[in-house]
């Protein structure tokens, strides 16, 4: 739910007043912004409360499909069999960068009070989870940040630049260490489960096992044929999944430092691994504009997502409906799935202007937060009841501004009905229409033609 003061889709009123002295600070004047607040604690409220009276756990209040029936609605928890209340298709909030560049990972602290952002230009940002302001910045990288991870306890970030260098940061953004760990861009950074040890994926081909708190490698394993461009960490178990440019998925002992298993069925490019939370299940989006859910019990693809019509750069499961998931491609286009359904639920068209690079969603799973190439971090939120899942941000943000929305339908011309129209009062609007051509001097009447049911 969201709450606050200003339009609800956050553009500013106009008001002189808001222009601050620039003589009183010596810097040119600029306008007081009145940012859009998501409020989600007053949905935990509302959730505590309800669970008074809850027999079972789909027995959830139901909500009325009316915009008013918004104040009532309840965090994604409180409907466990509902995912269709928790796709998030509806623009809430756009944040820049002063420096402007490629946004390359949206990464957002395990309690979601905070969104960390790491660009092109080598700055780690940090957002506010609720309004979406700045909060501080620190230049971290002399190159691009190509990966991040936050730690399960909350305590440390590790991120990865274009050098091969992965930094290890505090939560009060302070820089610990730097560690050359590859020759070539560090693609990817996954947590263990207990946070002991972190996995990294190169361009050099290569995926290596760390030990954190020593900073040394305990395994370096080379089985793909080329780049490594995504890895990620079993979330209980000692495995880790990678995919490359070599259109291969593979499956990694992170205790041994061996390969256990390689699954085929992409064409091209695997950019992006995901492991379910069950960790059955695993997510591969390629090149190809497929997306390939795969059962790691039997080692064989149970499912193929079409939809995309670019390669696909992300992919981010929800943390609470375990059978839906977000996917990004290179178009600009965000699309929401179940893994039930081989078609989308529901998608954003042109959610930003360039190529998506990362999705994260919020831990309670109320936002889903994109990075673009297009310089800009968008959240998006939950539609209000009675909402149709479509495109709510080319509906709505894109036609307050003059001249994109699109025209609106043109009127139909009146027209009399005969029998129905007075004598000599037009209908309105046609008073301009020309009169009919007069008939030849000399030309009979016009006949009225025979019909053939008239005797």
Known sequence: MASGSGSYHGFPAADE???????????????????????????IYRLIQARMYQREVWDAPAVQPVPAAAADMLPPAGYPCTPASSQATRWVSQTTNKVRASVNKVVWTPSGRRLITGSQAGELTLWSGQTFTFEHLIQAHQTAVRSMAWSHNE?????????????????????????????????????????LKFCSGSDDSSVKVWDFARGVTDHVMT?????????EWHPSKGLIATGGKDGLVKLWGAKEGQQLSTLHGAKNTVLAVRWHAGGHLLLAGSRDQLIRLYDVRTLREVAVFRGHAKEVTALAWHPVHQDLFASAAHDGNIRIWYTSASEAASEVVGAHEAAVWDLAWHPMGHLLCSGSSDHTIKVWGRNRPGDALTDKYNATARSLVPGTGAAPPAAAAPSAVPGLTPDGLPLPGTAHLPPPPPLPLGAPPPQRAASPFSG
């Open 155 to 195: 305590n440390y970030l590790i991120s990865g630049e274009d050098s091969g260098t992965i930094i290890y940061s505090e939560t009060t953004m302070k820089i610990l260490k730097s560690l050359p760990a590859h020759k070539e861009p560090v693609r990817a950074l996954s947590w263990a489960p207990s946070d």
């Open 17 to 43: 007043n808001d222009f601050r002295n620039a003589a009183a600070d010596g810097r040119p004047g600029y306008r007081a912004r009145q940012r859009r607040t998501v409020d989600h604690i007053s949905t």
């Open 223 to 231: 089985g793909h044929g080329w780049d490594v461009k995504t890895a």
